[in-house]
């Protein structure tokens, strides 16, 4: 019985992260009709980004939890810059065009940050003594880790409880934001038909800018909460994340929010379980698995539509 509450505690904190970065993915999606595979690479960006906040603000040595919510805003506020810069300078000029040059563009966009990373005058800049390369580096910890709660074997710490109530309030103010709010109806409005919501004087531009920047921000998040419980970081650890995050995506019903929170959760719980009572070499290819099986058997995702595109 513990060892399956671990297990499931497990699962529903990989999960929320999962979901964090695959609501980046299905809001892009949902209003550009663009898969963007920068998107892992941008949450990268923003455990670095944490990571030389950290740095410079000396959280390693006085952690306090106004360093803490700094950093987490920080990180969040760089991210969200960089989303907005992709898709003003990436995305915005290809916009008329074929979607297969866009996706090629962000697989392009991809690269670009993964071993930009890597170099050495990135690192001078930064006047910091950290090796150059794929190095990797070790996230100071904003705060101890202590046991909150104790049910039979299965300790669960303050970080694991923290990273779910963060990522779920986060989940729930995006909720908030596409529902409730005029900005959401606008980002709702763009996703289903951009030329009238442009005939209604919506700013499409604006609202898809946004768009980027918020699931950048929510990248970042979940970026910061990954390295506070594993305080390890590197220029390519966005690639297995983000191609997961994706899956999750496209079983809950790629530009569905709901779904994607989901397929995120779903994605976690699966690989904790396969990996706890299988074989925990499958870990990654269960995602996989799952994808090829969407695909095959409900391809509009759990909670997708299907849809006929008239040509």
């Known amino acids: 019985m513990s060892e399956f509450l671990q297990h499931l505690v497990n699962g529903v904190s990989v999960g929320t992260i999962y979901a964090l970065i695959a609501l980046g993915y299905t809001m892009v999606y949902g209003v550009l009709k663009l898969i963007n595979f ?3 690479d941008v949450y990268m960006v923003g455990a670095f980004a944490a990571f030389y906040i950290a740095n410079a603000l000396g959280v390693g040595d006085s952690p306090t939890l106004g360093k ?3 950093v987490f805003t920080g990180s969040m506020a760089v991210c969200a810059g960089l989303g907005y810069a992709i898709e003003r300078l990436a995305y915005r000029p290809l916009r008329e065009r074929p979607r297969l040059t866009s996706l090629i563009t962000a697989i392009g966009v991809s690269f670009l940050l993964e071993y930009g990373f890597q170099l050495a005058p990135f690192e001078s800049i930064t006047s910091m003594e950290f090796p150059p390369g794929p190095t990797p580096r070790f996230f100071p910890e904003l705060f101890p880790r202590t046991v909150w709660l104790q ?6 710490s303050n970080i ?3 990273s779910l109530l963060v990522a779920i309030a986060l989940m729930i103010g995006l909720e908030f934001i596409v529902y409730r709010t005029k900005f959401g109806t606008a980002m709702r409005a763009v996703s289903f038909d951009p030329q009238t919501a442009a005939l209604m ?3 499409v531009d604006r609202v898809i800018s946004i768009t980027f920047a918020l699931g950048s921000a929510l990248a970042a998040a979940a970026a910061v909460l990954v390295a506070i419980s594993r305080p390890r970081i590197d220029p390519l650890m966005g690639m297995m994340p983000g191609l997961k995050a994706f899956v999750a995506a496209v079983f809950g019903g790629i530009g569905n929010v709901p779904g994607a929170m989901v397929g995120g959760i779903v994605l976690g719980l699966a690989e904790e379980f396969v990996a706890g009572y299988g074989v925990s070499s499958f870990r990654d290819a269960i995602a996989f698995a799952i994808l090829i099986a969407v695909l095959l058997i409900r391809p509009q995702g759990l909670f997708g539509r299907q849809s006929v595109e008239k040509v």
């Open 201 to 203: 004087g919506i700013p």
């Open 151 to 156: 049910i039979g074997e299965v300790a669960i």
């Open 68 to 70: 803490t919510l700094l």
């Open 160 to 162: 694991d409880v923290l």
């Open 38 to 40: 920068a998107h892992g």
